[in-house]
């Protein structure tokens, strides 16, 4: 089983930032893409960005330019640094690793619990 544990979130003012974190851990073997999602009450969860393994990344249009994600694969750690945060950008961040584990044999997706981040005056 592989665990995931964020922090960062919080409340922030507009053209504020937040870096957020997610530390993997248990019985990994490898994990080949880990990256950020995001929920809205009443919308379904969407890619904000994620990095693979050889370090390509992907991002959301929405927020192309402001936020950057990044990797420590020594610490099974994923960043998301948020910049210039508008109110739109109010969810909850959701951190997603796909990885093999001990026994696994599988790809599998993995989730954490989710850190609120607020944006507002």
């Known amino acids: 089983q592989v665990q995931l544990v964020e922090s960062g979130g919080g409340l922030v003012q507009p053209g504020g930032s937040l870096r957020l974190s997610c530390a993997a851990s248990?019985?990994?073997?490898?994990?080949?893409?880990m990256g950020w999602y995001r929920q809205t009450p009443g919308k379904q969860r969407e890619l904000v960005a994620n990095?693979?393994?050889?370090?390509?990344?992907n991002y959301a249009d929405s927020v192309k330019g402001r936020f950057t994600i990044s990797r420590d694969n020594a610490k099974n750690t994923v960043y998301l640094q948020m910049n210039s945060l508008k109110p739109e950008d109010t969810a909850v961040y959701y951190c997603n690793a796909v990885a093999t584990s001990v026994g696994g044999g599988l790809k599998l997706p993995y989730w954490g619990q989710g850190t609120q981040v607020t944006v507002s005056s």
């Open positions: 248990g019985s990994i073997v490898s994990i080949n893409a």
């Open positions: 990095i693979i393994s050889g370090g390509g990344t």
